[in-house]
C-alpha cells in the first residue's frame, strides 16, 4: 500500500480554515484515490516488501434504477395479441314529432338508425433480450465466502435490471415521441412550424409575440417571466377545454372529451422549473400561476453531449409511417389516458446451461405492445 504524508498540506489548508492566509493552490495530488486496475494495485509490506497486500473489503456498486419516463403502463393478458378499440360517434339529432301532430296523418317510428361505430385493431409488438453469461467455478477463486460470491452475482443481475430498465424508458419515450411527430405533421406537415400556431399544436411563442411590442426568440424564451406566465395560461387553458366535448384536439377528429383525471400532463424539467423558479417563488398565492399536476422528462429523445435546451426539446423521427419530422423547443404534452399506452407486457427469463464449459446463460427477454391512437386527444405545447 501506497502511503503519503500530508501533514505539510494540513499545516497550510488549517491557516486557509482559521482565516491566517488567503485561499491558494493545494496540491492534492495522492490524497484521494480514483482507483487502480489490478495491474498498478498491488502492493507490498513495508517491512520486508516481499508480502502482498490482501483485500480488506469489497465493495460491490449494486444501486437500483427507478428510471424516469412517464408512467404510460396498462395491463397484459396471455393469451391472444390483438388488442381491439371500440369507439362511437355522436348520433344526430333530429326532428321531435311530439309536438308536430297533425290530424289524420301517421307517425313513422320504425325508421332504423345505425349506430356509427368504430372499430380499432393493434397488432404489432415489439421485443429486445438482454444476455448475462453465469460462471462460478471459473470465479469462486476470487472470492472469499459465498455471501461475497453472491453478492457479486446480485450486483451484475442488478445491471441487467437498469439496461431493461433503459431500454424501456426509451420506448415508452418514443412512444410519446410518435405522437408528438404525428401531431406535428398534422398540422404543418414537412414545413416550418414558426410563423402560426395550430389548436392541438400550440406555438406559444408565436402566440406570446402576437401580444407584445418587442418579440422575444426561442432562445430567451425560458428566461422572460412575461412569457412563463403567457405559456401557463395557455397550458392551463387547454387543459381546462379538454373535458369539453370537441373534435379539434385529436387528429381524426372525433367528438371526444378528456376530463382532468384522465388527462396525462407531461413537461419538460427547463419549463417546469423555470416555472417554479420565475414564478411560484415570488408570489403569494402561487396557485394561481402553478402548471397542473404534471411529470416532468429531462429529455424527450436525448440530452445530446450537454444537456442544452436545443437538444433536450427536440425531436427528430420519422414516424410510424417513415415519414421524416422533427420539433424543436418542445415544452409540454397534454394527452388523454387512452391516446397512447404501453400494453401486453411480457417480460420473462429462460435459461441454458453449457456442460463443456460449465456455465449458464441467461436470456431477460421483453415483449411489448405501443399504440398512438389518433382518434384521442392529444395536445403538444412547444417555442419555435
Not at 32 to 45: C, H, Q, R, S, W
Not at 314 to 334: H, R
Request: proline share 2%; net charge negative.
Amino acid at each position: 500500500m501506497q502511503v503519503k504524508q500530508v501533514y505539510t498540506l494540513l499545516n497550510d489548508v488549517v491557516k486557509e480554515t482559521l482565516g491566517e492566509s488567503a485561499v491558494v493552490q493545494e496540491d492534492l495530488t495522492g490524497l484521494v484515490a480514483l482507483g487502480e486496475t489490478i495491474a498498478n494495485a498491488i502492493g507490498y509490506d513495508a517491512y520486508v516488501k516481499a508480502l502482498v497486500n490482501k483485500i480488506g473489503r469489497t465493495i460491490f456498486v449494486n444501486r437500483a434504477y427507478q428510471g424516469g419516463a412517464p408512467s404510460v403502463l396498462m395491463d397484459g393478458w396471455e393469451f391472444g395479441s390483438v388488442l381491439e378499440k371500440v369507439s362511437g360517434d355522436l348520433p344526430d339529432s333530429q326532428e321531435n314529432e311530439t309536438w308536430e301532430l297533425v290530424d289524420g296523418s301517421s307517425v313513422d317510428q320504425d325508421i332504423f338508425k345505425a349506430p356509427k361505430v368504430e372499430v380499432k385493431f393493434y397488432n404489432k409488438k415489439v421485443t429486445f433480450e438482454v444476455q448475462l453469461s453465469r460462471a462460478e467455478v471459473q470465479v469462486k477463486q476470487s472470492f472469499q465466502s459465498a455471501e461475497q460470491m453472491n453478492s457479486f452475482f446480485s450486483m451484475l443481475y442488478n445491471e441487467v435490471e437498469k439496461r431493461m430498465t433503459v431500454d424501456l424508458d426509451n420506448l415508452i419515450m418514443r412512444t410519446i415521441n410518435n405522437m408528438i411527430g404525428e401531431t406535428l405533421y398534422d398540422e404543418y406537415g414537412s414545413g416550418s412550424q414558426t410563423g402560426s400556431s395550430g389548436v392541438r399544436a400550440v406555438n406559444l411563442l408565436y402566440l406570446y409575440n402576437q401580444t407584445v411590442a418587442t418579440p422575444i426568440t426561442a432562445a430567451d424564451a425560458l428566461y422572460d417571466k412575461d412569457f412563463i406566465k403567457f405559456a401557463c395560461y395557455q397550458i392551463k387553458l387547454v387543459s381546462g377545454r379538454l373535458p369539453k366535448i370537441s373534435r379539434l384536439f385529436n387528429i381524426g377528429g372525433k367528438a371526444r372529451f378528456t376530463p382532468r383525471d384522465m388527462q396525462h400532463i407531461v413537461m419538460l424539467d427547463e419549463f417546469y422549473s423555470a416555472s417554479s423558479v420565475y414564478l411560484e417563488s415570488d408570489t403569494f398565492h402561487n396557485e394561481l400561476v402553478a402548471l397542473p399536476k404534471a411529470e416532468t422528462v429531462a429529455y424527450w429523445q436525448g440530452s445530446g453531449t450537454d444537456f442544452s435546451f436545443s437538444e433536450t426539446s427536440k425531436i427528430n423521427i420519422k414516424k410510424s409511417d417513415g415519414t421524416a419530422i422533427s420539433g424543436s423547443g418542445i415544452l409540454a404534452c397534454i394527452w388523454d389516458r387512452d391516446a397512447l399506452g404501453v400494453c401486453n407486457r411480457d417480460r420473462r427469463t429462460t435459461t441454458h446451461y453449457n456442460a463443456k464449459g460449465e456455465f449458464w446463460n441467461l436470456f431477460f427477454k421483453y415483449d411489448a405492445e405501443y399504440f398512438n391512437d389518433l382518434n384521442e386527444n392529444f395536445v403538444v405545447f412547444f417555442v419555435a
